[in-house]
């Protein structure tokens, strides 16, 4: 199994510039979740994904939009970068489990995003 | 979500036991108690976890006190590779609760 991918591992981006990142799992988990490190702090949570079709909003969800078309991928989306969304952007899924292991979720190596 | 408090840093001699606290005075019965930790800029580790009894894996160990307001994470023999941001996380099972990850405390292992 490979876990969690992230594509792409860095990009760069110009102010108002668009674009996606895409999470996928191997091992067939309901929950994902998209969350952004900056420097110095924990992990906020963006969105995230119970199931195929269905998405919710996390802590920080403005300025983003997400998808969860198929059960493995979600994908993060940027319509207008703006400098202040550079970050460290970690995708983890779990399964569905209530309690204990069930709730322990599995991240990403995640995606290191400038935006100038 | 109960919160979590922890020291933002420690330090601990390599082949030494590592011992980091965490208070959550706030947990309520239904909340587990969860360790992560985070080395250099990968992603999240999940460790451990607990609810009420002290458990060991082939990691760490967790100790969680008996009115469960705190709790402890044991690294038995800390190595240089366990040095890291380790975050412990209250979390429920009821709809709606995420993990909310704090600073967390930066664990520098020493040689």
């Known amino acids: 199994n490979a876990g969690v991918t992230q594509t792409p591992k860095f990009r760069v981006l110009k102010t108002g510039q668009s674009m996606t990142l895409l999470c996928a799992q191997d091992m067939n988990h309901e929950y994902m979740y998209w969350y952004r490190q900056d420097p110095g702090m924990g992990l906020r949570l963006i969105h995230y994904s119970v199931g195929e079709g269905t998405t919710a909003k996390g802590e920080v969800p403005d300025g983003y939009n997400v998808s969860r078309l198929k059960k493995q991928n979600f994908l993060l989306g940027l319509e207008s970068a703006a400098p202040s969304q550079t970050s460290v952007y970690f995708c983890?899924?779990?399964?569905?489990?209530?309690?204990?292991?069930?709730?322990?979720?599995?991240f990403g190596p995640g995606t290191r995003l400038l935006v100038l | 979500d109960a919160k979590t408090t922890q020291p933002p840093s420690m330090d601990c001699a390599e082949g030494r036991a590592a011992n980091l606290p965490c208070n959550h005075s706030?947990?309520?019965?239904?909340?587990?108690v969860y360790w992560y930790r985070q080395i250099h800029s990968q992603g999240p580790q999940y460790i451990i976890h607990g609810l009420k009894n002290n458990e060991t894996n082939e990691m760490a160990s967790l100790i969680i006190t008996e009115d469960r307001k705190s709790s402890t994470l044991i690294l038995p023999h800390a190595t240089l590779r366990d040095t890291a941001v380790y975050y412990c996380?209250?979390?429920?099972?009821?709809?709606?609760?995420?993990?909310?990850f704090g600073p967390g405390t930066r664990l520098s292992v020493l040689p």
């Open positions: 996380i209250v979390r429920g099972y009821l709809w709606g609760q995420n993990f909310v």
């Open positions: 983890a899924s779990r399964p569905t489990g209530t309690g204990g292991l069930g709730e322990t979720q599995y």
């Open positions: 706030t947990i309520s019965g239904n909340e587990y």
